[in-house]
């Protein structure tokens, strides 16, 4: 008996000399939502912009008034020798402990992403702290500029543009690229990494004068940047990159605007249910990939004055065309301007041959580009909106 | 050996006269000890004694007794002489429905003190025990613990012949069985087994005897003396018997193959053997269609998980593990907590204790002084301690949901159990986060599978499982469904094939 109250004393002491260990209470954070990262002033350094969050501000009220009807963010740049160092540069005036677990954004800056990327993927990766579901982004603008812009509908900037990517297949112009796409690709002979593209643009409108029409920077989601290894070699347009999406993304919908057959007007087609197949093959030591488009299609809008059924077999042929110049043109980028499998060609490749893939694997992105690329697109249009009704005069 | 130990011992002496000394002796001067002095027939040579409790002996029964020994004989026109043992009195005079003879000192008085009457005639060495226990008990009413809708209403008393009579109304089976026995050295307070001989599981009513007779204590006040002297658990949270205000609940308890314990002055009714399971269920369960008894029945154990764990589940996220909790989930905590001088863990501690107390509070006030206390606690927490930013709003939440989750437990002493295992696993994820967080939890986990009730595995029959128990235990199925008692009864077909219902069929040719 008295020996195990003398054990159990002994555990109740242990347990007051814990202290805690390892608590962070969640007030005594500085939540990290967006970081951007570009080249420091100096050669050879990193200048981290880290937009934190200020829970009372961006929360409003709850509980006891805690003062402050201020900004719900705040931003902060900080420079080191390496991205961890720049980090603890930031101990140096953030009142709170930097806390990354939270972060939605990683967002670099064009000349940093050319210059190599290893750097950043391997602390955002090597890190237990931070998420693999981070959107990653590349941006010609200045990053810190982009992080601390404020949108019109959401408090915390970050979660914008959260939004914006989770919502990205709407408009279909831009991957949805994370840290673990990013780093799957980034580590695979047989694919190469492509980013998003983020943009501030003039969009939003002051109420307060609106006259000025697109007075408010606001930030785009559009476009990618396509990388060989991990340099950035170039961007890729938003229309091309709606070819991208077939490949990497497996694209189902999208707005197709065409021109009407019968006069100068428009249509704008819903295509449908959109199928790629890839179809690789090997012969005479080189890769061959006829790449095949499935799609369905409905008009969603139709400025062409006559009976639909009469044009449907142009519109579906316009579209058809459209669709396949995008994919031609992202091809004719990926392989005679930058030599970068982004299109993950590779991995089907690699699938369906992987003994040839031995021999050929290291040179691949020169395969690649010497590869030859069929590509055709069958679309058709089945909704029964084809009414003649009301558009014929 | 005290004198009076000895003399209980001892036989009735033939002489009335020692008789009274002896009983005389032993009984003392109490006011209530009444001694009333007769003569059999009216004959002045066989004068006699009654003994009985004012207060615990039904003096009208008395009476009846007196008028059958004074002046029955003689209407009767028997003769005194031929009356001369305590049988011949008891068969031929009194009109007693209950009237035994007894021969030891001790038994006549344990007699007397439960309420009934003694009867001792000179020149007889044997006395006559009548009962005439006859005391204002309590109506009978609904149990305010356990409260239910639909279902009977009525409830325990505090006397244990009236609470076997519940069962027996329930129950008409003649091998119901109802096994007693004294225990407290002073209090001798009665005790039955109840059990149904052809179900109740093999050994076990010996078994509980067996815990029964062990029992050495000079007083028993309440079952719940006797159900912490017979338990399988001891040192555990977590109780292993349970106990009930309801003869339904016993009644359904003995018809699966259990025993249940009644015990003299409590309408408190303990049934063994218990697996954990049974505190979630509720009698409605059973009353209402299976449909709403599963639902309610889930939300139960939604309602144990929050009020045990969800107070730890917050700190812990909180104070040790943000990544765990959504962004934006995240953010509204940490504005809430912005002006909160505390840590989460003393938080919570203050807020728990806060919430205990003001329990206790309105349990112990008087009725009409516990709902202010209730009304000026539940104000001052909810409402002043947030303004005054000394309490996140949040807390108050997850403290209210947990208070209000421990009150959905339908057996009020398990919610008890649980309200105290909520704290060591407070403390350990106040502590050490998750990894004792888990730590604290598996340990109880471990502990509660390594505890047994009367041999049957506590959290059965989920570990171990027995397949076919499984249709009563997280669901309620159907009452057509279960067909078989638990796996430990003796006869475990309880109802036949196919009583699902269904409408007449159509024969052929009728339309």
């Known amino acids: 008996m008295r020996r195990i109250l003398c054990l159990l004393a002994a555990l109740t002491l242990l347990t007051m000399c814990v202290s805690c260990i390892g608590q962070r209470q969640i007030n005594e954070l500085a939540l990290v939502t967006a970081v951007g990262i570009e080249n ?5 350094t990193i200048k981290l912009s880290v937009q934190m969050i200020r829970p009372a501000d961006a929360r409003g ?5 805690s003062g402050g009807t201020g900004q719900p963010i705040y931003s902060a740049q900080a420079e080191g020798e390496t991205i961890f160092d720049a980090i603890r540069e930031l101990g140096r005036f953030v009142s709170r402990r930097v806390y990354w677990a939270h972060n939605f954004l990683i967002v670099m800056n064009e000349d940093y992403a050319r210059r190599g990327i290893a750097d950043m993927i391997d602390f955002f990766t090597r890190n237990h702290e931070l998420r693999m ?4 982004a590349v941006t010609s603008d200045s990053p810190a500029e982009l992080i601390s812009t404020i949108t019109g509908l959401e408090v915390v900037p970050g979660q914008a543009v959260d939004n914006l990517f989770k919502d990205n297949r709407i408009a279909g112009q831009a991957p949805s690229s994370n840290m673990m796409n990013l780093e799957e690709a980034f580590l695979s002979r047989s694919a190469e990494p492509v980013l998003a593209r983020l943009e501030l643009v003039s969009r939003g409108i002051s109420n307060k004068k609106p006259l000025e029409h697109g007075s408010i920077k606001q930030v785009e989601l559009a476009g990618a940047a396509a990388f060989k290894g991990e340099a950035m070699v170039g961007w890729v347009t938003p229309a091309e990159t709606r070819g991208l999406l077939f490949f990497t993304e497996r694209l189902e919908s999208g707005i197709e605007v065409v021109g009407c057959p019968n006069n100068g007007n428009k249509l704008s087609l819903e295509f449908r249910d959109a199928k790629l197949k ?16 499935h799609t369905n299609a409905d008009i969603v809008e139709s400025g062409c004055e006559t009976n639909l059924a009469k044009i449907c077999q142009d519109v579906e042929r316009a579209l058809e065309d459209r669709l396949k110049g995008k994919i031609e043109s992202l091809l004719r980028k990926a392989r005679r301007q930058y030599h970068s499998d982004f299109l993950k060609l590779g991995d089907v490749f690699r699938n369906k041959y992987p003994e040839e893939w031995r021999k050929i694997g290291d040179d691949w992105n020169s395969v690649f580009s010497e590869a030859q690329v069929d590509v055709a697109v069958s679309a058709k249009i089945n909704s029964v909106v084809l009414k003649s009704v009301g558009s014929v005069k | 050996m005290p004198k009076d130990q000895t003399q209980q011992q001892q036989a009735f002496e033939p002489g009335i006269s020692d008789n009274v000394a002896t009983i005389d002796s032993i009984l003392g001067a109490s006011v209530d000890v009444q001694k009333r002095e007769f003569m059999l027939c009216g004959n002045p040579d066989r004068s006699g004694v009654l003994y009985f409790l004012d207060g615990m002996a039904d003096s009208q029964a008395i009476d009846g007794i007196l008028r059958a020994l004074v002046v029955l004989g003689n209407e009767l026109n028997l003769d005194p002489a031929s009356l001369s043992s305590a049988d011949a009195i008891r068969t031929r ?3 007693n429905a209950s009237a035994k003879p007894c021969d030891k000192v001790a038994d006549g008085v344990i007699g007397v003190a439960s309420g009934d009457t003694l009867v001792l005639v000179d020149g007889i060495p044997e006395g006559i025990l009548v009962s005439t226990r006859g005391w204002k008990d309590r109506g009978i009413e609904e149990p305010s613990t356990e409260n239910n809708v639909r279902g009977p209403r009525d409830g325990f008393t505090e006397s244990i012949r009236s609470n076997t009579a519940h069962i027996r109304r329930r129950i008409k089976d003649p091998l119901l069985r109802f096994d007693a026995m004294i225990v407290g050295t002073r209090t001798k307070t009665d005790i039955n087994i109840a059990y149904i001989e052809d179900i109740v599981k093999e050994g076990l009513v010996d078994e509980v005897k067996r815990r029964l007779a062990k029992i050495k204590i000079d007083a028993i006040l309440e079952s719940g003396y006797v159900e912490e002297l017979i338990e399988d658990a001891p040192l555990s949270p977590f109780n292993t018997v349970q106990s009930t205000e309801r003869p339904d609940k ?3 308890a003995l018809l699966e193959g259990r025993v249940a314990i009644f015990v003299d002055n409590t309408p408190v009714v303990l049934i063994v053997p218990t697996y954990f399971w049974q505190f979630m269920q509720a009698p409605d369960d059973y009353y209402d269609r299976y449909w709403v008894g599963s639902f309610f029945r889930f939300v139960r154990y939604v309602a144990f998980f929050i009020s045990l764990l969800l107070p730890s589940l917050y700190v812990m996220l909180v104070s040790f593990h943000s990544e765990m909790i959504p962004t934006k989930l995240a953010l509204t905590i940490a504005s809430g907590r912005e002006v909160v001088p505390f840590p989460v863990f003393l938080e919570a501690l203050m807020m728990e204790l806060a919430f205990e107390l003001m329990r206790e509070a309105g349990l112990r006030m008087p009725k009409p002084i516990g709902q202010a206390v209730s009304i000026v606690g539940s104000l001052i927490i909810g409402q002043a301690a947030v303004q005054a930013g000394l309490v996140s709003p949040f807390m108050v939440i997850v403290v209210a949901i947990t208070g209000i989750s421990s009150f959905a437990i339908p057996s009020y002493s398990s919610s008890l159990a649980i309200r105290l295992c909520r704290f060591p696993i407070l403390v350990a994820s106040g502590l050490f986060g998750l990894l004792g967080f888990a730590t604290m939890f598996f340990a109880l986990l471990l502990h509660a599978l ?14 171990p499982y027995h397949h076919s128990d499984q249709r009563d235990m997280l669901l309620r199925l159907p009452i057509w469904m279960l067909d078989k008692r638990p796996q430990f009864a003796q006869n475990r077909q309880r109802s036949g094939d196919r009583q699902m219902p269904h409408p007449p069929q159509p024969t052929k040719g009728e339309e």
């Open chain 1, 40 to 44: 420091g002033d100096k050669p050879g």
């Open chain 1, 61 to 65: 009220q709850t509980g006891s008034p």
């Open chain 1, 133 to 136: 579901n981070t959107w990653v």
């Open chain 1, 278 to 293: 890839i179809k690789p093959s090997y012969r005479n030591q080189q890769a061959q990939f006829q790449v095949a488009l």
């Open chain 2, 93 to 95: 005079l009194m009109y």
């Open chain 2, 250 to 252: 016993v009644a359904a």
């Open chain 2, 450 to 463: 390594s505890i047994r009730s009367f041999g049957e595995s506590y959290l059965a029959p989920a570990s």
